[in-house]
């Protein structure tokens, strides 16, 4: 599933309207969610084998988990954690003696992972 991932509220209402049957072009109108990542996931749900009323009772963590590769999901995590210290980057830069290399240094000792 390339482009944006949509929240797990928001394919949670797409299965809800789809078991309704509701039409796919009035789901978007609906959520806000485009046609074709509408299809896209619909199409996961069919490849896979899924059942719509099953799906639809699952917790978020569960039901992502079944649409992403759990890697991706820490990766996803890791890198929002990296973006929320750019800005205290950007201000370190500006020091005496302080590199884009020992911020590097500095982040992975406290981020090992």
Do not use: C
């Not at 949670?12 to 485009?34: E, P, Y």
């Not at 639809?56 to 992403?68: A, Q, R, S, W």
């Amino acid at each position: 599933m390339a482009g944006k991932r949509i929240s797990m509220g928001s394919l949670k209402q797409i299965l809800l309207l789809r078991n309704l049957g509701t039409g796919k072009k009035a789901i978007a109108r609906q959520t806000g969610v485009s046609k074709v990542a509408i299809n896209e996931y619909l199409d996961v749900i069919t490849r896979k084998g899924y059942v719509l009323q099953d799906l639809i009772h699952l917790e978020e963590p569960v039901l992502e988990g079944l649409f992403f590769n759990v890697k991706e999901i820490e990766e996803v995590a890791r890198y929002n954690i990296l973006k929320e210290l750019f800005p205290t980057f950007a201000e370190e830069l500006h020091e005496v003696g302080v590199n884009r290399m020992f911020l590097w240094q500095e982040y992975k000792l406290t981020h090992p992972d």
